[in-house]
């Protein structure tokens, strides 16, 4: 019954704005945004998409009060609830931010066919069989190789100065010499896997002898948890700590121990740290999202379609890092700007296999690898899988990932799919 009735109320609302779901509504522009959010501006990673829409927003010359805003929306029937009312509303994009939204996204894309319905970060508009449902993602694993190349740079300046020797701060070296670095990782998904394996070969792209320990919070957003994993990874001699986390809880720990006389740094996520951690933050790995919210608002009041998947990186400015901090190598812009340079015009490839080696069994791809441990093919399921029954939910194809001698990460959907264990870096779950 309440669901009757909140179809009934929804068909009243359409009739009254004369179609505000399809092609024209009553916004200046023909276009009226929905925007359902996890979090707030509070969380860096969702201020990051606040700052994308707006910006876009003003380029368009789209209105405030064609975009409505849903904050703190759980990944739950509430997203559905919150499409339904944005719907009813007169929108005719929704876009949603979190993951875990992205079921509920396309019940809702099931139901209102003319509306366009964006699941940032999700992993299977293409085969859902919604042509109206959307999947979006940056290649923000290339600004998390950046980010580690500024934090190798800066390695070896302290190695080169001997500031960081086995001497003065033994634990920070493995038994064959390697320095440690560590990451705090949300969870053991792709897009995780994905983004601390492209911070570690940054690193060793001027560094050769790095090993790198990830430790998992098991959560996205945890201040307190975040903070004790850095802890945890500088106690055991980390140099450099990484994340995959949304909050200020690394860098504040990191900022903490430096300040005590430990040597650590800290690269942070999404947002500049350098308020948390003035002289411990280097930079943070971000993304530009008003590259992709202008390219999608504007096929919208063109009257153009979405692809089902769209993913940009440094060719299309969508990813960056932000301003780098006093305590960085010298010589660190002008380095990492020609880094850059390399991205854009594809001469670098940050899964190039010739830069990684794998000995440990895999999970959820098949990878083959040569005499030197080099991979030299690595299949990928694209199905969207129920893990508990083992059945896919949407059937996809097995792709070959191998192209050109490199991983093609984001090239056959958005969202990430690298999920190969390589050698040098070990995981640990949160305590």
């Known amino acids: 019954m309440k669901k009757l009735v909140r179809l009934l109320l929804v068909c009243a609302m359409l009739i009254t704005c004369f179609g505000a779901c399809g092609k024209k509504n009553d916004g200046s522009n023909g276009i009226k945004v929905g925007v359902i959010l996890i979090g707030d501006d509070t969380e860096g990673y969702t201020k990051a998409h606040m700052d994308g829409i ?12 064609d975009i409505i805003w849903k904050y703190k929306v759980e990944e739950n029937s509430k997203c559905y609830d919150a499409a339904a009312d944005l719907v009813a509303a007169g929108c005719n994009m929704i876009i949603s931010n979190s993951y875990g939204h992205q079921t509920f996204m396309v019940q809702a894309a099931e139901e209102f066919k003319d509306v366009t319905f964006v699941s940032m970060t999700g992993d299977f508009a293409a085969i859902c069989g919604q042509d109206n449902m959307k999947n979006a993602f940056t290649r923000v694993y290339e600004s998390r190789y950046i980010s580690g190349v500024v934090a190798g740079l ?29 990451y705090v990782g949300a969870f053991d998904y792709a897009e995780v896997v994905s983004g601390y394996t492209a911070f570690y070969l940054g690193i060793k792209s001027v560094v050769p002898n790095v090993v790198m320990d990830v430790k998992y919070t098991n959560s996205w957003f945890d201040i307190d948890k975040e903070a004790a994993a850095a802890e945890a990874l500088v106690a055991k001699g980390c140099v450099i700590i990484g994340q995959h986390a949304d909050s200020t809880g690394a860098p504040a720990a990191v900022q903490k121990l430096l300040n005590s006389g430990k040597i650590c740094y800290s690269v942070g996520y999404n947002v500049d740290m350098l308020e948390t951690a003035p002289t411990a933050a280097l930079t943070s790995a971000t993304n530009n999202w008003k590259v992709f919210y202008v390219d999608a608002m504007k096929k919208l009041m063109d009257g153009e379609k979405l692809s089902a998947d769209w993913a940009e990186g440094y060719a299309k400015d969508a990813v960056a890092i932000t301003k780098l901090g006093d305590s960085c190598a010298a010589g660190t812009a002008e380095y990492v700007d020609g880094v850059i340079a390399k991205l854009k015009d594809g001469s670098l490839k940050v899964f190039d296999t010739s830069k990684f080696t794998v000995s440990a069994d895999q999970g959820t791809c098949t990878v083959t690898v040569d005499a030197d441990k080099h991979v030299t093919s690595c299949k990928v399921n694209l199905s969207f899988m129920d893990w508990v029954a083992m059945q896919p939910i949407y059937e996809g194809e097995t792709v070959e990932c191998i192209k050109d001698g490199a991983f093609a990460e984001s090239d056959f959907r958005s969202a990430p799919y690298f999920s190969i264990r390589i050698d040098g870096i070990t995981e640990n779950a949160a305590e």
């Open 154 to 182: 800066k390695l070896k300046e302290l190695l080169d100065s001997n500031t960081l020797t086995a001497s003065v701060q033994p634990e920070s070296f493995d038994a064959d010499g390697n320095v440690k670095v560590g």
């Open 54 to 65: 707006k910006a876009a927003a003003a380029e368009l010359k789209i209105a405030d009060s």
